[in-house]
């Protein structure tokens, strides 16, 4: 069974760095993707950042394109977000998923608080 598992959430402080990881095990499969998304207090779960598996293209939300960067150590199956200059709009649950021919595998969520 195929698993997503994020880590590397936490509170912060609005200017600070934080980097969270996320990791696929289990069967192999072909996976499509790798990418993050977001869920703020109160809001819709909406797109951060992705990295397509074959060639490393990478595409970002238009509000994290010049904050936040994917990347990923392929033979692991891992894909990393460090966020940079993070301000509390950044406060939300962060789920990575694992994207197969067939749909996405969501992992369970990390949560990043940045205080102001």
């Known amino acids: 069974q195929v698993q997503v598992v994020e880590s590397g959430g936490g509170l912060v402080q609005t200017g600070e760095s934080l980097r969270l990881s996320c990791t696929c095990t289990?069967?192999?499969?072909?996976?499509?993707?790798m990418g993050w998304f977001r869920q703020a207090p109160g809001k819709e779960r909406e797109f951060v950042a992705s990295?397509?598996?074959?060639?490393?293209?990478?595409y970002y939300a238009d509000s994290v394109k010049d904050q936040f960067t994917i990347s990923r150590e392929k033979a692991r199956n891992t894909v990393y977000l460090q966020m940079r200059n993070l301000k509390p709009e950044d406060t939300a649950v962060y789920y990575c998923?694992?994207?197969?021919?067939?749909?996405?595998?969501w992992g369970q969520g990390t949560l990043v608080t940045v205080s102001s």
């Open positions: 998923y694992a994207e197969a021919p067939n749909g996405k595998i």
């Open positions: 289990g069967r192999p499969f072909n996976m499509y993707a």
């Open positions: 990295m397509r598996w074959s060639g490393g293209s990478t």
